[in-house]
């Protein structure tokens, strides 16, 4: 059973664009969510988190929105860039030990 | 230093081999994590030490052994594993405060094949 899911697998944006990236939860225990890119080859790279206390955190052109009624998430870049083509993924953990992530969203921002 | 390094970056063995992964932080950090991931799919979580003890388990196959020397050390060690199990195996640490929110940190994986 997928606790967490990213329906879309993929998405394409233009460069100069927002990319809007969405996540859907089932358990309501989940209480901090975060957000990780990857690349090829390689190990997830931490972008922004979330407490379930808040309902929007910003860093720069990443903003991520938290709707704990809908048990949705959405990750907000503006604006996009080609550096921003990557696999993201959702995670959600309920304690500190166990991060639960999502099935990913392959970004491509082209020119 | 905020890296997680993870060796070898590649492996090939096969299923009578006996190897070991290694990952090392030396971020002070307290938790430590093994992930597997497969090819278009998420990590999924293996084994966490925290505090230089097992702490979960989850309930991955004997063939897997972690080790975890000390705090800043965490390997993984293989044995008679099967083509099933070729994957990029992930380490991870987080820095085990229970007054704040974890994140965690990761290594850049070891792409292992079992021919």
């Known amino acids: 059973d997928q606790q967490v899911k990213q329906n879309s697998p993929s998405l394409s944006v233009q460069e100069g664009r927002i990319s809007i990236l969405n996540c859907d939860y089932t358990?309501?225990?989940?209480?901090?969510f975060l957000w990780y890119k990857k690349y090829p080859a390689e190990g997830p790279t931490f972008l922004i988190s979330?407490?379930?206390?808040?309902d929007k955190n910003e860093d720069g052109r990443f903003t991520v929105f938290l709707n704990k009624s809908a048990k949705h998430l959405s990750l907000h870049i503006v604006p996009s860039q080609p550096g921003d083509s990557a696999v993201y993924f959702c995670a959600a953990s309920y304690n500190t030990d166990k991060l639960i992530f999502g099935t990913g969203t392959r970004l491509q921002v082209f020119p | 230093d905020t890296e997680v390094t993870q060796t070898p970056k590649h492996l090939v063995m096969g299923m009578t081999n006996k190897k070991s992964l290694k990952c090392e932080q030396h971020?002070?950090?307290?938790?430590m994590y093994w992930y597997k991931q497969k090819a278009k799919k998420p990590p999924e979580l293996m084994f966490v030490?925290?505090?230089?003890?097992?702490?979960i388990n989850e309930s991955v196959p004997s063939r897997f052994s972690p080790e975890c020397p000390n705090s800043s050390l965490l390997n993984l060690h293989l044995h008679a594993l099967q083509p099933e199990d070729s994957a990029l195996y992930l380490c991870?640490?987080?820095?085990?405060?229970?007054?704040?929110?974890?994140?965690?940190?990761f290594g850049s994986g070891t792409q292992l094949s079992v021919l």
């Open positions: 971020m002070g950090h307290r938790a």
């Open positions: 358990n309501s225990m989940f209480d901090y």
């Open positions: 030490y925290s505090y230089e003890k097992l702490s």
């Open positions: 991870a640490s987080s820095r085990r405060d229970r007054s704040t929110n974890e994140k965690l940190f």
């Open positions: 979330i407490s379930s206390i808040k």
